[in-house]
Structures are given as structure tokens and as C-alpha cells.
């Protein structure tokens, strides 16, 4: 905290929260294609919903099926930022246009909206205000991410591979102003920068490998974020490992499985369809990871 310079309390988050408006509908955008996948290949499930509204905000999760357990598993998840479109949308195509062919092969378990609220209202925070990617702890407080953790917990699976699907984009400049404002801070030198392009986090240098590998398959559809240092990380060829944020998802997932990855995709420089493509890309990648002998 900065001398002069007071940190939300419950009134400001409440006021935050009362001056977003809703910009898309996630029933229409999600639920509806989520209930039209064929049912003879996946399976359909509410874990949970967001407790201020869960009529409007229930919480899904799809698997593979049929199911089999000698085949891998791989953890996908989405919209855990719910601003970070693609996330969302890549997950729903690769369910509705690439699941199918590996039925024989490989199970998923995806969790392709995380944060419906943060979704319709177009930005990072949940209803307090919180940063759902930050709470993936035994003591975080967002209801998206203990619900997301009590349920894959409770799959009591072990997953060949876990892939969290994000973007970096140029709103997180002004959402990075608003959490300094919501923690009581300045705003720093560095807060207004934008990696130029896609990069991978990993959550340990083990990762790196695989990385490499999603790195040359998403190059062939967008840019690589070329920088030397990404976010105060050494980037090697576009993959930096952050191993001392203990409250991400990925760093929760990689406890459930032999790898994990963070997609980070500059949207801003990118059609739609380009950033989906990438997420898709990722996800392939992975899978063919997974079916390696």
C-alpha cells in the first residue's frame, strides 16, 4: 500500500460491481452450445453455480464419452478470465469440431467457462471484485475457483496434460489500473505493457519441452511474442516458466497432472477465428503429446 492511498473497501468493490453492465448473454453464447453437443459423445454436467444468481450462472463441466480409463486424460479449461473470449470459444470449437475424432483415444475433462459473470460483463473480476486466478489456494475466497477445485478434485483422476486457455490483451492495461486502485496502489512503470504476440507460461521448467512444441504449432497460425523477457520473465522462444505465482490455476492443475500450460494470445492483433485457431492449436498439440508412447 502506497501513503495516501486507501484500498477498496466492501463499499467501493459494491460500487464497482453496480457500474458494470452486461455486455453478451451467457446462456446464449455458452449453455446453449454446450447443451447441443452430441450426447452419444460427451457427457454433460453442473458442478456448481455463482451463489448471487444460480438460475442465470450455473457451472459446467463436459467429459469424454464413452469413457476409458486406459486411455490419457486432459484437463482443458476456459474462461477462468471471463473478458478472455477465446479461452471460452476455442474450448467450445475444439469440443464441437475436434473431441470427436480421438473418442478412441484419449478423455477430456473441460471446463470451458470458469467465470460466467466475468463473462457477461466483459471483464477479469467476479462479483466481489476478485481475481479468480488468484484464488486457486486452500484459502482463496472466489466461489469460481474453490467450486472449479472441489470438482476436479472429486474426479480423483490423474491427467496426462492440463491446459488453462487465456489472453493477454490491450484491456489489461486499464484492468491493471483498477486493481491498483482496488489495492490501495500506484500505478507502476511497466503496468501499460503488452507482450506482441503469443506466448506460453508453464509452471515448471519440465514444461518447457512441450512448450516448444505448442510454440511452433500455434506459429503457423499467429504471431510469436518475440521479447526477450516477458513480464519480468526470461522468455525462451516464447515460453517463460512462473513458478513463484502459487494461486494460479495452472499452478493447481500441474498438481493434478505430468504437465500444464497457460496459452497467453494477443487477441488485439488477431481475428477471432485466429485466436481460437490457437487455442486449438494448443490443445492438439497436447494431445498429440499425450498419445506419444
Known amino acids: 500500500m502506497t501513503d495516501g ?23 446464449t453464447d455458452v449453455v446453449d452450445r454446450l447443451t447441443a453437443l452430441p450426447a452419444e459423445n460427451f457427457s454433460l454436467e453442473q458442478y456448481g453455480a455463482l451463489s448471487h444468481d444460480p438460475q442465470r ?3 459446467y463441466v463436459v467429459k469424454s464419452k464413452p469413457w476409458n480409463d486406459d486411455n490419457p486424460t486432459i484437463l482443458i479449461t476456459g474462461g477462468v478470465h471471463g473478458y478472455e473470449d477465446s479461452g471460452i470459444t476455442g474450448a467450445l470449437r475444439f469440443l464441437e469440431e475436434e473431441a470427436a475424432q480421438y473418442a ?14 466475468g463473462y457477461e460483463i466483459n471483464h477479469r473480476w467476479n462479483r466481489k471484485a476478485e481475481d479468480p486466478n488468484r484464488h486457486f489456494f486452500a484459502g482463496g475466497t472466489a466461489e469460481e475457483s474453490r467450486q472449479l477445485m472441489t470438482s476436479v478434485e472429486s474426479l480423483k483422476l490423474h491427467f496426462r496434460a492440463a491446459v488453462d486457455l487465456h489472453e493477454t490483451n490491450y484491456r489489461d492495461i486499464g484492468i491493471t489500473a483498477e486493481r491498483r486502485a482496488r489495492d490501495g496502489q500506484e500505478f507502476e512503470a511497466g503496468d501499460d505493457y503488452i507482450p506482441d504476440g503469443f506466448y506460453l507460461v508453464v509452471p515448471s521448467t519440465a514444461d518447457v519441452a512441450l512448450g516448444h512444441e505448442v510454440i511452433e504449432a500455434v506459429r503457423k497460425v499467429t504471431p510469436i511474442a518475440i521479447e526477450p523477457e516477458i513480464l519480468g520473465y526470461k522468455s525462451d522462444k516464447g ?24 496459452t497467453e494470445i494477443y487477441p488485439d492483433k488477431a481475428t477471432k477465428k485466429e485466436a481460437e485457431d490457437a487455442q486449438i492449436a494448443t490443445i492438439k498439440t497436447v494431445v498429440a503429446f499425450a498419445l506419444k508412447p
Open 5 to 27: 492511498i486507501k484500498p477498496w473497501g466492501a463499499a467501493e468493490k459494491e460500487a464497482w460491481f453496480q457500474a458494470q453492465k452486461i455486455q453478451r448473454s451467457y446462456q
Open 239 to 262: 515460453v517463460i516458466v512462473i513458478d513463484d505465482v502459487n494461486t494460479l490455476l495452472q499452478d493447481f492443475a500441474r498438481k493434478h497432472a505430468d504437465v500444464g500450460m497457460t
Open 57 to 59: 450462472y450455473p457451472l
Open 104 to 117: 478412441d483415444k484419449v478423455n477430456f475433462v473441460v471446463y470451458p467457462c470458469i467465470s460466467p459473470l
